[in-house]
């Protein structure tokens, strides 16, 4: 398994402004993975982050609006940029390792 | 494509009673399959996880599920309920990671309430 931490723990953001999520892993890893959570709603992924290459974003999610960065096989970060109250969810991060992903412990993101 | 659905968006059972968390997929090859719980606040926490050879799987927390092909379901059990297992409850599929990697597809979750 890993140990994943993410940075903040939660935060309320006013409309229009941009957070930044940092998401750290114990161990190098190749694959990293951003997933949204909204209120009472299951998990649905943002994109997929691997190290030198550009992120693969889903279907519905764009780089401009989620720009992800990958410098090394231990760190990623993900923005959420130019926040509305749509954005209010738990954002999570998650890495795999062999045929399993683990999850870190989110970041509970209000936009007020 | 794959898809989980998940039967019952919210199960309440009484202490010490048997746990029976429903989960179907759908799925053209040989899927993996995971359980995952999410308690309040926190992050997934995988209980338990099908890939290959025996379709009874057990997990963490005295959680097993078992994998049967015919009726593309993987269902969760646990014997006896705790207070402590009241959690919301994540039920996922990806197909095998051979060469490429398919995402992992989410049902929709159950919460699952223990009452004295």
């Known amino acids: 398994s890993a140990v994943i931490s993410q940075k903040p723990s939660r935060d309320i953001c006013q409309r229009g402004t941009s957070l930044t999520i940092q998401c750290q892993v114990d161990?190098?890893?190749?694959?990293m993975f951003w997933y949204r959570q909204q209120p009472g709603q299951s998990l649905t992924l943002i994109a997929t982050a691997n190290q030198g290459s550009e992120a693969t974003y889903e279907s519905g999610f764009v780089i401009d609006k989620f720009p992800i960065s990958r410098p090394n096989l231990t760190f990623s970060t993900l923005t959420v940029s130019n926040m509305s109250p749509e954005d209010s969810s738990i954002y999570l991060c998650s890495v795999r390792i062999t045929d399993t992903q683990y999850f870190g412990p989110g970041t509970r993101l209000t936009v007020l | 494509a794959q898809s989980v659905t998940q039967l019952g968006s919210h199960v309440s059972v009484s202490e010490g009673a048997l746990v029976l968390l429903r989960c179907n997929y759908s799925?053209?090859?040989?899927?993996?399959l995971f359980w995952y719980v999410q308690y309040p606040n926190q992050g997934l926490q995988l209980l338990l996880k099908?890939?290959?050879?025996?379709?009874l799987v057990k997990g963490i927390n005295g959680f097993e599920a078992e994998f049967k092909k015919s009726e593309t379901s993987f269902h969760l059990t646990k014997p006896s309920a705790h207070m402590s297992d009241a959690a919301e409850y994540f039920c996922a599929v990806s197909v095998g990671f051979s060469g490429g990697y398919n995402k992992l597809i989410f049902g929709a979750g159950t919460r699952l309430a223990v009452h004295p």
């Open positions: 099908y890939t290959t050879g025996a379709t």
């Open positions: 161990s190098q890893v190749t694959m």
């Open positions: 799925s053209s090859v040989p899927p993996y």
